[in-house]
């Protein structure tokens, strides 16, 4: 039940409603961009899921949908040293405009990473778009191009992004009770 997993919620960072408002001013700004490009969405799985989904049904044109296994955190809430890519590309991308989306930028690498992957295909353009960003913590040279919410230190989940695989389907973006981390 949500019941349950809402109860080991410590505080709301970002509530549903201020998600919803975003969401839309963020694809206000890819319509104006892409409406005519058919724009080829490379989203980073599993945490972009969420944000994807919202995203795309406010994007009324033609568009085609590619994703990327992304693996960065395991278990923890620290990043290990590498990311790991689990696949690459399933659609031909050449002179394409490509929009990659991510649910949270924090020390770059994994964007960073995706975008050399995709750049070996040769896209026509290539920009980022993710809604959370963690700057302050970033390893490597690299701002998205769109960009929902700044946020601080702290390790956050809900609305696509997890902790050891739970938590992605909370309906905002919050932190754990700190009993929550050390619990399998
Ligand atoms: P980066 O490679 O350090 O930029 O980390 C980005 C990836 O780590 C994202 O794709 C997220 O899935 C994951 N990540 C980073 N911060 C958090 C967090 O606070 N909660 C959940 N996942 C996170
Ligand atoms: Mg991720």
Not at 29 to 38: G, S
Not at 150 to 175: C, K, M
Request: charged residues 30%; glycine residues 4%; contains cysteine.
């Amino acid at each position: 039940m949500m019941e349950e997993i809402k109860k080991d919620i410590d505080k709301i960072i970002v509530s549903t409603e201020d998600i919803t408002k975003k969401v839309g001013e963020i694809s206000q700004k890819l319509i104006a961009d892409y409406k005519e490009k058919d724009v080829t969405i490379v989203a980073i799985l599993n945490g972009s899921l969420v944000f994807l989904s919202d995203l795309i049904r406010q994007m009324p044109f033609s568009m085609r949908l590619d994703t990327i296994g992304a693996d960065t955190y395991g278990s923890q809430t620290f990043p290990r040293t590498e990311t790991r890519l689990l696949n690459s590309l399933k659609l031909d991308i050449q002179d394409r405009d490509v929009l990659v989306i991510d649910d949270i930028i924090d020390t770059g690498k994994t964007l960073k990473k995706v975008i050399e992957d995709v750049t070996r295909y040769k896209p026509r353009s290539l920009k980022t778009c993710v809604l959370l960003n963690r700057s302050h913590r970033r390893q490597v040279e690299l701002e998205p191009d769109y960009c929902g919410f700044q946020i601080g230190d702290e390790f956050v989940v809900g609305y696509g992004l997890d902790f050891n695989n739970r938590y992605r389907n909370l309906p905002y973006i919050a932190t754990l009770k700190a009993e929550c981390y050390s619990k399998r």
